[in-house]
């Protein structure tokens, strides 16, 4: 039924809420055994994970791991689990960030722990479910799951505003998923229809794709847009994002680390795995609207950061802005803006934790979270200081440091699908520089009065939970590449599913620029047109209207013509 | 004439065994008002409870052991439907029942009838699930009904239940009023050969085009008759009174049980009888079923009384039933009703038992009652929670399977508008019972925890285990509710 492997993963992501039921049996004035056994359960979930990074066959784009039983025959409902390259990284991120939420929770929770911490490892595992899953229906189980914890983590442990906030995320975001819910059902029973199976495979609805292509203009527009809600309000897309800065202001700093780096990211990832596979056609009639709606996110979460008086709030609206950003990357539909935008998932997971985190700490010292309030903190708070740098620096895209990366992918994979667009982004993110670094000044600089100066700055625990972040944040910052080579595979299949003939089209682009090249060159040394020759004959079987490169001036001609 | 009265005689023990379970009730029952009620004395009157539940479980194994068939020229039929519903019917009583012994140990007379005029009703809810002629589904609702309202008043010394009791008889009266008038109607439109659902369906095929309006009265009759008894808007408005006055077990009961017979006799009517003239009922009862979700789950939200939140959101889960019975395929729409049904009386039976729990501390009635639960009685809250939370359809809580199953059939039929409603508005529900759910955890309680007795402790650990495992025996399910088939 399951392999060994598929077994370990399944273990992994189960282990949370199974050490959560042996805590429920600890009694409840036991708070130092909730926060060392919940931190030592999701420790171990991060060291079982971390062998399916080295273990992940990068050359692949198929689902590896794979494994289902046979859940509910009678439906086509399977427990199937697996991975490709873009679920492991969300996976392995969200193992990664399991530890730190709770690490910084020690001193920030100071009631009901035993309930905190059990509610804490429930969400871990409705989490990783998500992103193993390979079934629908198990898909939305995990998803709809999620949202318990997370609405009584706001709740109990929230701000003042917290049951408000609390309702917001739960209404808003169920709200969106049964939408969604009837749009799956739909596809099902058109599956039915054709195929005489009832499957809920995810395999199986993205080869639904041609079926629904041919379906009428409405059908497919009806059906992209419930999909598109259901996720948008997740990530969350201008005008569906009014929840987050309830959510985030109210949340307690786990809750918003949590929120920010794994939570948003179901709502992108839903657009990678599920809109963008099983509906190329319709997002594509669509894709002005979408690209539309994440360029008005991008500037106006920036702007409305901008204005923040209060720095946790600031932090949220820079969330929509920079998965604005992502959205704007994936709905590039072309290999650098889906790599781009899935990298800045990861990077926005880093960076964002990292700025609540800090938020978190300056909270816990001064219960304020008022810019205002603040001053000169890094004359009392050095290490501080120099923490919180790096994680507006990564957040705002500085080179070396994460978020540049993804930054500079994305714009460059959507300046290749929609110039003025990446032309807009560019200004949010020079928005997005100027309102951090105008928040770290503020905070960080100038006089320093009575209070701010009695601030203790960082003790050993929040190093250490700060410690990954910033190492994270240098070391995808410097060296990309694995992380890179992980997506490549799936991120190929993706285009390939989103247009078909694309990587093909575009290496009989390349080949035909290099025959050109080659070719004029040959004018002055015929010598290399022999090394053309060869390139264009290549080119040709591919499949794609382009008779072969014929040497000189034939070519330059088709070679601008695909660009 | 004897051969006459000896063939009646053949006819009637030939289909007795079809109404076993109802026979051995009717007798048990009018025994235990006489001479039963002198074997315990009213110190010992809690001992009522145990026996009723003895014989309830006889009454299930009998159902399960009735032979299928046609009867009694054809009023009665016993097949899967029939079987399936009697069951939940079975199960409804049961919790009622078990849920009663505290609020009758309370009053000072004797309670026996109590239970007698539950297992009445019950009786009359095994004859509706296999009603089969629309002469017999008029007299067993009407078995059926009576019984509660002399239940639901019981309280006698209480003005809030003898109102519900009062309104609910009165509307009961009418509704009931209305749908013997569609019954005459459709018999003459049938040219007054028939009221057999079976033969109903081919005669109103047959019958002419000027009768069109005739049958089309009838029909519209039939369903709000039909509507009044599952509490279906715009025929709703007794049922917020009726629950609230009614004593809570009796609210249980009117939750569960009549509500299963009812959808019973609607599926089988609509699905049989009228199937042939879908055209005209299927858009008004799409509009009550539509009307009902809407109406039910927004008028929850502002409930300050739980039994009134719990009678609310009972009238848009009919709404939801409904879907089924619009179905197409009357088959499968049974199916996805009975599961359902099956499913939101474990679950509304586990929620009312930790209200009535509540009760027993004088309290309960208010949602405000459910303060601090959370830190009072963790597990109990628990339970709570997660009863709510499978009303209100998140999975993997059992309730997400039953709502999953039945939208999906009622896409599948067609009725996308309707289904995203149900959705819609079953997202809107989340936020009352989440209201509920806010009160138990984020308040601060006041006052001491006090015991729970033993019944309603198995019954919510019961539940609450079956609602929070359920959706992983989803193909156990899926295969009892395929045993549910119209003959």
């Known amino acids: ?563 | 004439m004897t051969g006459f009265s000896q063939g009646l005689l053949d006819a009637l023990l030939r289909d007795t065994h079809l109404i076993l379970p109802q026979l051995f009730l009717m007798t048990v029952a009018t025994l235990m008002l006489w001479p039963g009620d002198l074997m315990f004395s009213r110190a010992e009157k809690h001992k009522w409870a145990p026996i009723t539940l003895l014989v309830l479980a006889i009454t299930a194994v009998l159902v399960t052991r009735t032979t299928e068939g046609e009867g009694f020229s054809r009023m009665f039929r016993m097949d899967g439907l029939t079987r399936g519903f009697q069951m939940l019917c079975v199960l409804g009583c049961a919790g009622a029942v078990a849920l009663s012994v505290r609020l009758l140990d309370s009053l000072k007379q004797q309670t026996v009838e109590y239970y007698a005029l539950i297992l009445f009703s019950l009786s009359g809810m095994l004859f509706l699930c296999g009603a089969s002629d629309l002469i017999s589904i008029y007299f067993s609702v009407e078995l059926m009904a009576i019984c509660i309202y002399i239940l639901v008043a019981y309280l006698r010394d209480r003005a809030t239940s003898v109102e519900a009791g009062m309104k609910y008889f009165l509307l009961g009266a009418f509704s009931s009023g209305i749908l013997v008038y569609g019954i005459s109607l459709l018999y003459g439109a049938a040219g007054g050969t028939t009221t057999n659902l079976a033969d109903l369906n081919q005669a109103l095929a047959l019958a002419p085009k000027s009768s069109s309006l005739l049958v089309f009265s009838g029909v519209l009759m039939v369903l709000v008759g039909m509507g009044f008894k599952v509490a279906a808007v715009p025929f709703h408005m007794w049922s917020p009174d009726a629950y609230e006055g009614a004593p809570t077990p009796i609210t249980t009961l009117m939750a569960t049980a009549p509500k299963a017979a009812g959808l019973a006799a609607i599926l089988r009517v609509f699905g049989t009888g009228f199937h042939g003239v879908s055209s005209d009922w299927v858009l008004p009862l799409s509009y009550i079923a539509g009307a009902s979700m809407i109406l039910g789950n927004i008028a929850a939200v502002n409930q300050q009384s739980m039994k009134r939140l719990l009678a609310y959101s009972s009238i848009a889960h009919v709404g939801y039933m409904l879907l089924g019975v619009l179905s197409g395929d009357p088959q499968a729409g049974a199916q996805a009703v009975w599961l359902y049904m099956a499913i939101y009386i474990v679950m509304n039976t586990g929620a009312f038992a930790v209200v009535i729990y509540l009760q027993g501390q004088g309290e309960g009635e208010r949602i405000e009652d459910f303060k601090g639960l959370g830190r009072k009685r963790p597990v109990l809250a628990f339970a709570m929670m997660v009863f709510l939370l499978s009303l209100a359809g998140i999975p993997p809580l059992v309730g997400f399977f039953g709502k999953f199953y039945l939208f999906k059939l009622a896409i599948e039929q067609g009725y996308v508008t309707l289904t995203v409603l149900a959705l819609l508005t079953s997202a809107v529900s989340a936020y009352y019972y989440l209201g509920v759910v806010s009160q138990m955890y984020f308040r601060e309680p006041e006052g001491e925890a006090i015991p729970m007795g033993a019944a309603s402790v198995f019954i919510v650990t019961l539940a609450c285990i079956l609602v929070l495992v359920g959706t992983a025996f989803g193909p156990w399910l899926l295969d009892w509710a395929g045993k549910i088939f119209l003959a």
């Open chain 1, 1 to 563: 039924m399951f392999t060994a492997n598929t077994t370990l993963m399944l273990v992994a992501t189960f282990l949370p809420v199974l050490g959560a039921l042996v805590l429920l049996l600890v009694p409840k004035d036991q708070r130092r055994v909730f926060e060392i056994g919940s931190l030592l359960i999701m420790i171990a979930s991060l060291l079982l994970s971390l062998p399916f990074w080295f273990g992940y066959d990068r050359a692949s784009d198929a689902v590896q791991w794979a494994g289902a039983w046979n859940w509910i025959p009678a439906l086509g409902v399977k427990f199937s689990v697996g991975m490709d390259g873009i679920s492991l990284l969300l996976w392995l991120l969200t193992t990664f960030i399991g530890p730190i939420a709770i690490a910084c929770s020690f001193s920030a929770i100071l009631e009901r722990h035993k309930e905190y911490y059990i509610w804490m490892l429930v969400l871990q595992t409705a989490m990783l479910g998500v992103f193993i899953t390979q079934d629908m229906f198990l898909f939305y189980l995990f998803w709809e799951v999620m949202l318990v914890p997370m609405y009584f983590l706001i709740a109990i442990w929230g701000g003042p505003q917290k049951l408000y906030a609390a309702i917001k995320l739960f209404l808003y975001t169920l709200a969106g998923s049964v939408l969604m819910l009837v749009a799956l059902l739909a596809i099902y029973f058109l599956q039915h229809q054709t195929t005489g199976v009832y499957d809920f495979s995810l395999a199986s609805f993205q080869a639904m794709a041609p079926v629904i292509a041919q379906q009428s203009k409405s059908y497919q527009t009806l059906m992209a847009l419930a999909f598109f809600v259901g996720f948008a309000i997740k990530v969350p897309m201008f005008p569906f994002h009014t929840w987050l800065p309830d959510a985030h202001v109210q949340a307690p700093t786990a809750g918003s680390v949590i929120l920010a780096a794994i939570l948003l990211k179901m709502g992108t990832y839903g657009f990678v795995r599920f809109l963008l596979p099983i509906m190329p056609t319709a997002t594509k009639e669509l894709l002005p609207w979408f690209i539309g709606l994440s360029l008005i996110g991008i500037i106006y979460g920036a702007l409305v950061a901008m204005i923040q008086k209060d720095m946790k709030k600031l932090v949220a609206y820079s969330s929509v802005s920079h998965l604005g950003l992502c959205m704007l990357g994936l709905f590039a539909l072309n290999p650098y803006g889906i790599k781009g935008g899935l990298f800045q998932m990861i990077n926005h997971g880093i960076s964002t934790s990292g700025l609540f985190l800090a938020v978190g700490i300056v909270y816990e010292r001064r219960h304020t979270r008022m810019i205002a309030d603040f001053g000169g903190l890094s004359k009392s708070m050095p290490i501080f200081a120099t923490i919180f740098m790096i994680m507006t620096m990564s957040s705002i895209g500085l080179p070396l440091l994460n978020g540049f990366i993804g930054e500079g992918v994305i714009l460059m994979g959507s300046f290749q699908a929609f110039p003025w667009a990446a032309v807009v982004a560019t200004l949010g993110i020079i928005l997005g520089a100027a309102y951090m670094l105008w928040m770290f000044q503020r905070v960080m600089f100038g006089p320093i009065t009575e209070v701010n100066e009695k601030m203790e700055d960082l003790n050993l625990r929040e190093i250490l939970y700060f410690a990954p972040l910033v190492v994270a944040a240098f070391w995808i910052g410097l060296y990309p590449g694995p992380i890179m080579a992980v997506m490549d595979a799936p991120v190929r299949k993706l285009v390939e599913q989103v247009t078909p003939g694309f990587h093909a089209a575009q290496d009989l682009a390349v080949k035909q620029a290099i025959a050109a090249k080659l070719g004029m060159q040959g004018m002055a040394a015929p010598a290399a047109h022999h090394d053309a020759a060869p390139a264009g004959h290549e080119a040709a079987p591919a499949g794609h209207a382009a008779p072969h490169a014929e040497p000189a001036h034939g070519a330059p001609a088709q070679g601008g013509g695909h660009q």
